[in-house]
C-alpha cells in the first residue's frame, strides 16, 4: 500500500511539473540588435577642389558623393550644406554612391548617417569639405574657420583671467594670409581683438559672463571668409 501511494504522488508530482515548465524558462530569447557603424567617406576629396563633377551647365554641374559601406546598414542619410548659403539637403540612399546637381564655385560639406530598420541608433560619419570648381575661377576663399577652444557652449574657467580661443582653418589654396578674431559679450561681435597668422588666441574675460566670437579668416589673394558665431560662458 505504501509503495502504492508513492508511484501515485510521484505521478501527480510530474504532471504539475510538467504542466508549469519543470520550472525552466522556455520563451525565445528576444533577437540581439546590432546598431549600424559609421561610414567612410571617399569622394569628393576633404579640404580640396572637386574638379571630378560633370558639367551641366556655366553655373551647375553633377557630382558624385562615394562612401565605404558600412555594416548592419539598411539605407543612409547623405546631408550636403552649401557653406555661404547655409542650405542644407538630405538625401536617402541604399547604396554607397548618390549623384547630386550643385551649384558650381561653392563650398560645401557632407556626412553620411548610416540607418537601420532594426533600431534607432544611428551613426554619423565625419564632416567633410569641398569646393565645386567653377568656369575660370582659379583661387577660392578659405573655408570658414570651425572651433576648437572652447568648444560651442562650453562653460569654462579662466586663467589669470584669460582664456584662449583656438581654431581650425583650413584652404585649398593653402594660402591663408592671417586670421581676424571678434569677441563681444552680444550677438554678432563687433569688437575686434587682433589678427593673428597663428590659429590661436587669448582674450581677457569676465567671470560669469558669456562671450560670442567670430574668426575672418584671410587669404593671400584677400578673398575672405566669415566663420559661424560661436558662444562660451566662463565659470
Known amino acids: 500500500m505504501y509503495t502504492k501511494y508513492l508511484i501515485i504522488y510521484g505521478f501527480i508530482a510530474a504532471v504539475i511539473l510538467s504542466s508549469c515548465g519543470g520550472g525552466g524558462d522556455d520563451s525565445p530569447s528576444e533577437p540581439e540588435v546590432f546598431p549600424p557603424t559609421a561610414s567612410t567617406l571617399s569622394l569628393p576629396a576633404n579640404d580640396e577642389v572637386c574638379l571630378t563633377g560633370s558639367s551641366i551647365n556655366g553655373t551647375q554641374a553633377t557630382v558624385t558623393f562615394t562612401w565605404q559601406g558600412a555594416t548592419n546598414v539598411n539605407s543612409y542619410n547623405v546631408v550636403i550644406k552649401n557653406l555661404s548659403t547655409e542650405q542644407e539637403n538630405t538625401f536617402t ?47 577660392y576663399a578659405p573655408f570658414m574657420a570651425e572651433a576648437l577652444s572652447p568648444e560651442i557652449g562650453e562653460t569654462v574657467s579662466a586663467s589669470n583671467n584669460k ?43 569676465s567671470p560669469g559672463t558669456v562671450y560670442y566670437w567670430q574668426v575672418v579668416t584671410t587669404d593671400q589673394e584677400n578673398n575672405s571668409s566669415n566663420s559661424q558665431i560661436f558662444e562660451f560662458k566662463v565659470n
Open 93 to 139: 540612399t541604399t547604396s554607397e554612391t548618390l549623384d547630386v546637381t550643385l551649384t558650381k564655385g561653392e563650398p560645401y560639406s557632407w556626412y553620411v548617417v548610416s540607418t537601420s530598420n532594426t533600431t534607432t541608433e544611428t551613426a554619423k560619419s565625419d564632416v567633410w569639405k569641398f569646393y565645386l570648381a567653377g568656369d575660370g575661377i582659379v583661387n
Open 163 to 205: 582664456v584662449t580661443l583656438s581654431w581650425r582653418g583650413t584652404d585649398v589654396d593653402n594660402d591663408i594670409k592671417d586670421y581676424e578674431v571678434f569677441v563681444a559679450t552680444t550677438s554678432p561681435p563687433a569688437t575686434s581683438i587682433g589678427t593673428t597668422t597663428d590659429a590661436f588666441l587669448e582674450h581677457t574675460v
